[in-house]
């Protein structure tokens, strides 16, 4: 059983054009991420949802929305996609309440956007 | 603000030689968490340890080490007779504050390349 699971793995696309990219986790975390690694392999933070609510929201254009519709899920939607939007996207999970906390975070196998 | 530096961009040895990835990190913050995750060629990444800012232990596992100095702000990672799968990007990340609502900061990675 995937821990944290992303779907698609491979999306390529046209400028313009909106897409999702969707995850998962069946770890009973709390709290999910969306990180963003660029060509150079930058890994940095997009989203943070714990228990359903947006807990950080970086610098992140507004054509990007996340969307919780339970702990266990996350989704990313990318509005009139740009050449520069091409990157790997992870989901991940951590368990950040009760007890035991996991401040170490559970990656996704990761989304490769291209955008034509 | 948080910052971590992976000083070291690509590292490149033969196998069953010892190799050390550097990491120096910081931060305003009394408690905090230093991570170090790897990236194999297939993309997925992959938790190693987790360390928060009162156990200065060093730990081993297996050919795995990591040394833990506060006084230097450093947490680096030596691997032990390296083998070609060693090979990978490998990231240093930091998390601070008391309350769970924080993020993992990366380093920008340090890639790893084992030849037989």
């Known amino acids: 059983d995937t821990a944290v699971s992303q779907t698609p793995k491979y999306l390529v696309t046209q400028m313009g054009n909106d897409k999702s990219i969707k995850c998962e986790q069946n770890l009973g975390h709390d709290t999910m991420y969306w990180y963003k690694q660029d060509s150079k392999k930058f890994l940095k933070i997009m989203f943070s949802?714990?228990?359903?609510?947006?807990?950080i929201n970086e610098t992140v254009p507004n054509r990007f929305s996340p969307k919780s519709p339970d702990k266990a899920h996350l989704n990313l939607h990318i509005n009139s996609l740009e050449l520069g939007d091409s990157a790997v996207y992870f989901c991940?999970?951590?368990?950040?309440?009760?007890?035991?906390?996991?401040?170490?975070?559970?990656f996704g196998e990761g989304s490769r956007l291209t955008v034509l | 603000a948080q910052k971590v530096t992976q000083a070291q961009t690509e590292i490149s040895v033969v196998e069953k030689e010892d190799v050390t990835l550097d990491c120096v990190y910081e931060?305003?913050?009394?408690?905090?968490?230093l991570f170090w995750y790897k990236q194999p060629p297939s993309g997925e990444l992959v938790f190693l340890i987790r360390r928060n800012s009162f156990d200065e232990q060093n730990e081993i596992s297996g050919r795995y080490s990591w040394n833990f100095q506060k006084s230097t702000s450093s947490f680096n990672f030596t691997i032990t007779a390296s083998q070609v799968v060693d090979s990978a990007v490998y990231f240093c990340a930091l998390s601070g504050g008391r309350s769970g609502y924080s993020t993992l900061t990366f380093g920008k990675g340090t890639m790893l390349l084992v030849s037989p």
């Open positions: 991940a999970s951590s368990q950040l309440g009760g007890n035991p906390t996991t401040r170490e975070l559970f």
């Open positions: 931060t305003r913050d009394t408690t905090y968490y």
């Open positions: 949802y714990n228990n359903k609510e947006l807990i």
